[in-house]
């Protein structure tokens, strides 16, 4: 079992590498749907294990100056708090019970579609808005729906573990158009930092993450990142993003059903 879960991390790091598509929309359903793992405990493993890995992301894309500082600080704004008050929600109702798993699996579904849209259709809404700049926001309301959406994907990643990646960075796109992809990337990545640990925290709290797993998944998902990030250019980047929306339309369902 030990050998399964680290090829499974190998294989969710090396479709991050390819696709960019955040971990936990591949992650966390891999592990309640074929390793059976307590809904609770798949978000809080999950969540640590993201929280780990994109430090070294932030860091990379700092340096070559991707991160708009002022967005994250929105971001954050709402998505910490919403993080905290979410924990203790899922901590009075009982994570670990069976209804609350029930709630959790939808969430997963709910979040995993949400990436299906992002993945399909992130670039036309992009191009949509920037030739629409009359339906742009500008000063004290796009900071106020930033901080929003931060809270909303606060919440949605301390239920689901996923939304921090293509969820979070489509929002980027609809409130902050002129961004560049690297630019979004980065600052996608950097403010869910703070966010996954925090999550992370909170799941730590509430007893529901798997540090052994954590750390098998680890060692196979570092040099799976690695070898897709290097190959990611000499692979058909529409057909992959097409093959895996299909894949995770059908884990949505099965998630539901």
């Excluded at 070898?227 to 057909?239: F, H």
Aim: positive net charge; charged residues 10%; proline residues 4%.
């Amino acid at each position: 079992m030990t050998l399964t879960y680290v090829g499974s991390g190998f294989a969710v790091g090396l479709l991050v590498g390819l696709t960019g598509v955040g971990g936990g929309s591949l992650m966390t359903p891999l592990l309640t749907l074929l390793f059976g793992i307590n809904p609770a405990v798949a978000v809080g493993t999950d969540l640590a294990f993201a929280s780990a890995t994109k430090v070294a992301g932030t860091f990379a894309h700092r340096y070559h100056g991707n991160v708009h500082w002022d967005i994250v600080r929105r971001l954050c704004l709402g998505a910490l708090p919403a993080a905290v008050v979410t924990a203790l929600g899922l901590k009075y109702f009982g994570a670990l019970s069976q209804e609350i798993g029930q709630f959790i699996r939808y969430s997963i579904a709910t979040s995993v579609l949400l990436t299906v849209v992002a993945i399909l259709f992130r670039g036309r809404m992009q191009a949509w808005m920037n030739s629409h700049p009359s339906r742009q926001l500008h000063g004290r309301a796009l900071t106020t729906a930033t901080v929003v959406s931060g809270a909303i994907l606060g919440t949605l990643v301390t239920i689901s573990s996923i939304g921090a990646g293509a969820v979070g960075a489509t929002l980027l796109v609809l409130l902050y158009p002129r961004l560049k992809p690297a630019e979004i990337a980065g600052t996608d990545i950097a403010y869910a930092v703070p966010l996954t640990a925090i999550a992370a925290l909170g799941h730590w709290w509430l007893g529901s993450i798997n540090w052994e797993l954590l750390a098998m998944l680890l060692l196979g998902s570092v040099p799976g990142i690695t070898l897709g990030s290097l190959a990611a250019r000499a692979v058909p980047e529409r057909a992959l993003r097409g093959l895996l929306a299909i894949t995770l339309t059908g884990v949505a369902a099965k998630l539901v059903l």
